[in-house]
């Protein structure tokens, strides 16, 4: 059994930063893509970033040149780095992890709340 465990979560004033981290166990085998989702209150779940086996990313345009994805292979693991945080990145983030075999695997998630 697959479990994803996020963690970094927290409350940040505008401007600040945040790092989340989601770290995986279980039996993966080959993963496609791991990503970062996030759910606003009263909003659907959307992408923020996304990092493919290759090493390359896709972000949200609400979201780039402002958050970084990253990975260790080693330990399944992936990161976002959060920077100049805003009150509309407020929302519940995520992890994912999609397998070449089509598995599809959801952390329980990690509030995130930007205020002053």
């Known amino acids: 059994q697959v479990q994803l465990v996020e963690s970094g979560g927290g409350l940040v004033q505008p401007g600040g930063s945040l790092r989340l981290s989601c770290v995986a166990s279980g039996s993966i085998f080959s993963i496609f893509a791991m990503g970062w989702y996030r759910q606003a209150p009263g909003k659907q779940r959307e992408l923020a970033a996304e990092?493919?086996?290759?090493?390359?990313?896709n972000y949200a345009e609400s979201v780039k040149n402002r958050f970084t994805i990253s990975k260790d292979n080693t330990k399944n693991a992936v990161f976002l780095q959060m920077n100049s945080l805003k009150p509309e990145d407020t929302a519940v983030y995520y992890c994912?992890?999609?397998?070449?075999?089509?598995?599809?695997?959801w952390g329980k998630g990690t509030l995130v709340t930007v205020s002053s």
């Open positions: 990092i493919f086996s290759t090493g390359s990313t």
């Open positions: 994912n992890i999609f397998e070449r075999d089509g598995m599809n695997y």
